[in-house]
């Protein structure tokens, strides 16, 4: 079993960036495939991205593709997500989870979640 924590949120403005983490305690997070989630105010949670375990392949949502980068260092046992170019849209609370199959977009192909970190993007 993993238990993904999420770290790197804040307070930003429009256009700034900022690097959420996602470290594990418990296994390997290399076991597996890894995603993040977010959920805005009033909105049910959504895909953002995710990462197989290799690395090699990634996936995002369309919303913003382009603007953020999903990453791994499975030496480090951390995943990333880089947000460039934000928007006050993107204001939610972002979420790690780790994923025993292949995800990558549904929630119900994750197994382990984390708690959450706020992200707020003022105009």
């Known amino acids: 079993q993993v238990q993904p924590v999420e770290s790197g949120g804040g307070l930003v403005q429009a256009g700034g960036s900022l690097r959420l983490s996602c470290a594990a305690s418990?296994?390997?997070?290399?076991?597996?495939?890894m995603g993040w989630f977010r959920r805005a105010p009033g909105k049910e949670r959504e895909f953002a991205a995710a990462i197989n375990w290799s690395g090699r392949s990634t996936y995002y949502a369309d919303s913003v593709k382009g603007r953020f980068t999903i990453s791994r260092d499975n030496a480090k046992n951390t995943v990333y997500l880089q947000m460039n170019s934000l928007k006050p849209e993107d204001t939610a609370v972002y979420y790690c989870a780790a994923s025993t199959s292949y995800g990558p977009r549904a929630q119900t192909d994750y197994n382990y979640w984390g708690q959450g970190t706020q992200v707020t993007v003022s105009s």
């Open positions: 418990g296994r390997t997070l290399s076991r597996y495939f």
